[in-house]
């Protein structure tokens, strides 16, 4: 079937620190691969995609390198901000249709 | 592009009611998707439109959960007979389809069922 596994968190990181977010797959097909943030109280907004193989999602300083070979999809950041705190989902769709979602990563950058 | 919108934001009921709830979706989107999110937890998928036509069904969409989107716009997403199990976020989310897969969410209804 269709899992998205991702780090636990909480991840606490000081400003201006590198950021790692480890998500990996299992598909039964060729999936897309998404990042989506959610901020408190608010949506899950979508922050990068990638739809085929070695393709690289970025936006905002963040991104992630569709990796077939490990079935990753690794979200990274050079240098994080105090906004950048919000809780991190990894998600596939093999269809286009039902998303499958890891179970988040929380994510508080202190100055 | 006014962006995923639903309504109400919150709502408080008691075991047993009925409840509705309504999501607007991006105008240009034909496909509509609904997803609930429990504390701590990734959203998971219940149900998806593409126009007017419900394609798909989760089997975590018991008997008491129905949808509709009866004019390919707006859908609505009603529990019957509701249990404290029930108590969650719920998501609506839209695309365009086609080669453009990415969904776009709207800011949830909170449900909570004492």
């Known amino acids: 079937g269709n899992s998205v596994t991702q780090m636990e968190g909480p991840v606490t990181l000081s400003e201006e620190a590198f950021l790692t977010i480890n998500c990996t797959y299992t598909?039964?097909?060729?999936?897309?691969l998404f990042w989506y943030v959610q901020y408190p109280g608010e949506g899950l907004q979508l922050l990068l995609k990638?739809?085929?193989?070695?393709d690289k999602g970025s936006n905002k300083g963040f991104e992630a390198t569709y990796r077939k070979e490990t079935t990753s999809f690794h979200l990274e950041k050079g240098s994080v901000q105090v906004s950048d705190s919000a809780v991190y989902f990894c998600?596939?769709?093999?269809?286009?249709?039902?998303?499958?979602f890891g179970t988040g990563t929380s994510l508080t950058v202190i100055p | 592009d006014t962006g995923v919108s639903q309504d109400p934001r919150h709502k408080i009921t008691k075991r047993g009611q009925n409840v509705t709830f309504r999501c607007d979706p991006i105008?240009?989107?034909?496909?509509l998707y609904w997803y609930r999110q429990t504390l701590g937890q990734g959203p998971e998928f219940l149900t998806y439109?593409?126009?007017?036509?419900?394609?798909?069904k989760s089997r975590l969409l018991s008997d008491r959960f129905s949808a509709e989107r009866p004019k390919g716009s707006f859908s609505t997403l009603e529990i019957q007979r509701t249990e404290q199990g029930d108590s969650a976020m719920y998501l609506c989310?839209?695309?365009?389809?086609?080669?453009?897969?990415?969904?776009?969410f709207g800011p949830g209804t909170r449900l909570t069922v004492t």
């Open positions: 598909a039964t097909g060729y999936p897309s």
């Open positions: 989310a839209s695309s365009l389809g086609g080669g453009r897969p990415e969904q776009y």
């Open positions: 439109f593409q126009n007017e036509a419900q394609l798909e």
């Open positions: 990638a739809t085929k193989a070695d």
């Open positions: 998600a596939l769709t093999t269809t286009g249709n039902q998303f499958y």
């Open positions: 105008s240009e989107h034909n496909r």
